[in-house]
């Protein structure tokens, strides 16, 4: 199956509004006319079945749009953020060999495209937190299949309600916009966008919408927390986190100001979303809100070390993850092989533990743990108490050299917090090795597209660090 027929299949009639965004709306007949005369323009410009055209649009419901028309043409779609640098554009062109942009400004053929495998949908980048991005490939069969594993017993049926229409608050650059538009087609709902997240727009889409439950990225949170102009944002009753770790202290706090629900869900690039929650689970469980969730059915999950051997449940170690599809590779011709366990479980580089009723707790990353002498420190689990301080607006805490000890914990820190107030909270907190040698003071932590900490440029960046 093709992502195109979520479009063409769609059970919205050729009048009725599908795609909108605050200041705009086209009907689904207008969708599909808009994404059949895009296909018809890319064949021209030679565009051949399979080859990759990049996308780089403003708007967001353009993009939506043209992701349909790349799928109609038969080709694979390179989502490109319209606010990237040139540079990175330059690098995500060459990587993938596209047959055509297409910009604002039109579509501009390319000369020698590749030609990607039979059933290819689209590229994504890895986040590029532990190293440099990776163009990870997708098939419309492999996407269709994660759809309908979270969707589930939700799917509309025939002579049901219409759902109400599915809120995407992120670029559709990212895989988490194509993917909360591709599964609000799937469900049969209406599609609402945002160009570039705003928190009073935000707060007037759910109201004129009758959102009761969307998605957001933690940052998007703490905006909507931070912005005096917002203070309400009924009807939403539950919030899933996306795109990078939330922590539980914005998490308590979003929920305390807004009377939302916030749900974690755990997924990556490769293997799509294959733990969340459910709204029974959140009624059920509330104690169990900083976890992110139980598999989805299908999903099977192991903890082990670092021998490979299986954990006992509360025993924390890396989550391996054995989904029932996944991304097909990389479109530079790599594959998931090096990921792979002998039984066929995806090592996902995260550091969890599994609860006796089954629900999951990541307590960071593997090549995040930072080894003291032996001991072990999980910087979440620091960062978590220097949150504490409602001096500190933002942190990360980074491993570095040592010559007696081999590594010690650092602290960044964002807010006006001095080191002696914060060394005296975590001591207050914490066993003395997990406290940091150090705390530095930046004006803003480097962060990737989808919000998650770049450590490695904090480490390159020690110059521009102050003392607290």
């Known amino acids: 199956m093709s992502l195109a027929e979520l479009l063409v299949?769609?059970?919205?009639?050729?009048?009725?509004?599908?795609?909108?965004?605050?200041?705009?709306?086209?009907?689904?007949?207008?969708?599909?006319?808009?994404?059949?005369?895009?296909?018809?323009?890319?064949?021209?410009?030679?565009?051949?079945?399979?080859?990759?055209?990049?996308?780089?649009?403003?708007?967001?419901?353009?993009?939506?749009?043209?992701?349909?028309?790349?799928?109609?043409?038969?080709?694979v779609l390179v989502p490109v953020n319209p606010r990237a640098?040139?540079?990175?554009?330059?690098?995500?062109?060459?990587?993938?060999?596209?047959?055509?942009?297409?910009?604002?400004?039109?579509?501009?053929?390319?000369?020698?495209?590749?030609?990607?495998?039979?059933?290819?949908?689209?590229?994504?980048?890895?986040?590029?937190?532990?190293?440099?991005?990776?163009?990870?490939?997708?098939?419309?069969?492999?996407?269709?299949?994660?759809?309908?594993?979270?969707?589930?017993?939700?799917?509309t049926g025939a002579g049901r309600a219409r759902p109400q229409p599915n809120l995407v608050p992120v670029s559709l650059a990212l895989n988490a916009g194509i993917y909360n538009v591709l599964f609000g087609l799937r469900a049969g709902a209406a599609i609402v966008v945002m160009d570039r997240f705003d928190p009073v727009v935000f707060a007037t889409l759910v109201r004129r919408h009758g959102i009761r439950s969307t998605v957001l990225p933690p940052a998007a949170m703490v905006t909507l927390c931070d912005d005096e102009r917002v203070t309400d944002l009924s009807p939403l009753r539950y919030v899933r986190s996306i795109t990078a770790?939330?922590?539980?202290?914005?998490?308590?706090?979003?929920?305390?100001?807004?009377?939302?629900?916030?749900?974690?869900?755990?997924?990556?690039?490769?293997?799509?979303?294959?733990?969340?929650?459910?709204?029974?689970?959140?009624?059920?469980?509330?104690?169990?809100?900083?976890?992110?969730?139980?598999?989805?059915a299908g999903v099977e999950v192991r903890i082990a070390d670092d021998d490979g051997t299986p954990m006992p449940d509360g025993v924390v170690g890396e989550l391996l993850v054995r989904p029932p599809r996944m991304a097909a590779g990389y479109a530079d011709g790599s594959s998931l092989g090096e990921r792979l366990d002998r039984d066929g479980y995806v090592h996902t580089g995260d550091l969890a533990r599994v609860d006796e009723n089954g629900f999951v707790w990541i307590e960071g990353r593997v090549g995040d743990v930072i080894n003291r002498g032996g001991n072990?420190?999980?910087?979440?689990?620091?960062?978590?108490?220097?949150?504490?301080?409602?001096?500190?607006?933002?942190?990360?805490?980074?491993?570095?050299?040592?010559?007696?000890?081999?590594?010690?914990?650092?602290?960044?820190?964002?807010g006006d917090a001095g080191a002696d107030e914060l060394d005296a909270l975590c001591r207050q907190h914490l066993v003395a090795y997990k406290v940091p040698v150090a705390f530095h003071r930046v004006d803003v932590l480097p962060r990737s597209e989808v919000g998650k900490v770049l450590r490695r440029e904090l480490v390159a960046g020690m110059a521009g660090a102050r003392p607290a």
């Open 9 to 75: 299949a769609h059970p919205a009639g050729d009048d009725e509004d599908l795609f909108l965004s605050v200041d705009r709306a086209l009907t689904a007949g207008a969708v599909r006319r808009d994404a059949a005369r895009l296909a018809a323009e890319l064949r021209a410009a030679g565009v051949g079945a399979r080859q990759p055209v990049a996308v780089q649009l403003t708007h967001a419901i353009e993009a939506a749009v043209a992701m349909f028309g790349v799928w109609l043409a038969d080709a």
């Open 85 to 155: 640098p040139q540079v990175e554009v330059a690098e995500i062109l060459a990587a993938v060999h596209p047959a055509a942009v297409v910009t604002d400004a039109g579509i501009e053929a390319c000369d020698a495209p590749q030609t990607l495998p039979d059933d290819a949908a689209f590229v994504l980048w890895t986040s590029g937190t532990t190293g440099r991005p990776k163009p990870v490939l997708h098939t419309h069969t492999d996407y269709v299949e994660l759809l309908d594993r979270v969707l589930g017993s939700l799917r």
């Open 245 to 296: 770790p939330l922590s539980p202290v914005q998490a308590r706090r979003f929920a305390a100001a807004f009377g939302v629900v916030v749900l974690n869900g755990y997924g990556q690039a490769e293997i799509g979303e294959v733990i969340g929650w459910t709204a029974a689970d959140a009624k059920e469980h509330p104690e169990k809100l900083g976890a992110v969730g139980r598999p989805h």
């Open 376 to 414: 072990k420190v999980f910087p979440d689990h620091v960062e978590e108490v220097l949150r504490l301080s409602p001096r500190v607006r933002d942190v990360a805490v980074v491993g570095m050299p040592d010559d007696r000890l081999g590594e010690v914990p650092v602290a960044f820190v964002v």
